[in-house]
């Protein structure tokens, strides 16, 4: 059984950082990052292999970086020159490969934690 409880968000002005963590417990190949904004669909803009190899979505690449520290049982997301667009509540999940690489849907993440907002004014 995986359990995930992420920490971290909160308010920030345009171009500031925030780091966000999620502990977690038990293991799956793949960890990522998904927000979601009012009125919008649950997106993937993150995620981790367990061998360490990293991928982006276009709107976050450059300015968010996924880490995970093994011995600490936590991944991180180091958010960087934050824009509004990047406000919502951001949850880290846990799950397995599709086509032999972490997946950015939803579909292949089976576990969830219950979310952290972030807000980012200007």
């Known amino acids: 059984q995986v359990q995930l409880v992420e920490s971290g968000g909160g308010s920030v002005e345009v171009g500031g950082s925030l780091r966000l963590s999620c502990a977690y417990t038990g293991s799956t190949y793949c960890m990522g990052w998904f927000r979601q904004a009012p009125g919008k669909e649950r997106e993937g803009i993150a995620n981790i292999g367990s061998g360490g190899r990293s991928n982006y979505a276009d709107s976050v690449k450059g300015r968010f970086t996924i880490s995970k520290d093994n011995a600490k049982r936590t991944l991180y997301l180091q958010m960087n020159s934050l824009k509004p667009a990047d406000t919502g509540m951001y949850y880290c999940?846990?799950?397995?490969?599709?086509?032999?690489?972490?997946?950015?849907?939803?579909?292949?993440?089976?576990?969830w934690g219950q979310g952290t907002q972030v807000t980012v004014s200007s």
């Open positions: 999940a846990a799950g397995w490969v599709s086509g032999g690489s972490c997946s950015f849907r939803p579909l292949y993440y089976a576990y």
